[in-house]
């Protein structure tokens, strides 16, 4: 389905905006902690999907698996995830947050989210106008993964 231009045009819009200033805070969050987009990326995958295996983190990160492995032993070296043995298969290790890797993660969060206490105070009518919209948009993206999990 083709979207109406003024549609594409107003999510085209928003989609910038919104990323523009999330990527803006999260980047100043991360270099603030001595982190990486990579870093962020695997904290992001665990939290959403659950442990994976050092496969999975060399595939997403788009390098070899010894690096996806050396950034794994600096990041367990930190506490901040751990490997532990697959129960499925001993001969596989399988990698999860922390606590404090989970924290962390939490706070990335709430980085990307940090400008949203910056936006101008919206009138009530506004506000159920835009919630309407976002919770429609939400649902289509949503089953927009869902169809692409099922592929």
């Not at 001993?90 to 947050?97: E, S």
């Amino acid at each position: 389905m083709t979207l109406p231009k003024q549609l594409a045009a107003a999510i085209y819009a928003w989609v910038d905006a919104f990323m523009f200033q999330a990527m803006q805070d999260l980047l100043q969050f991360l270099r603030d902690n001595g982190l990486t987009m990579a870093h962020y990326l695997l904290f992001m995958q665990i939290y959403k999907v659950g442990p994976c295996g050092v496969t999975e983190i060399a595939s997403l990160l788009d390098v070899s698996k010894p690096a996806a492995s050396q950034m794994v032993d600096r990041l367990v070296a930190q506490g901040l995830i751990s490997r532990r043995e697959d129960p499925a298969d001993r001969r596989h290790t399988r990698i999860g947050l922390t606590s404090k890797g989970r924290a962390l993660t939490l706070k990335c969060i709430a980085a990307r989210y940090r400008w949203l206490d910056s936006l101008p105070a919206l009138t009530a009518e506004q506000q159920i106008t835009i919630i309407a919209g976002l919770s429609e948009l939400t649902i289509a993206v949503t089953q927009l993964q869902t169809a692409g999990n099922e592929k």
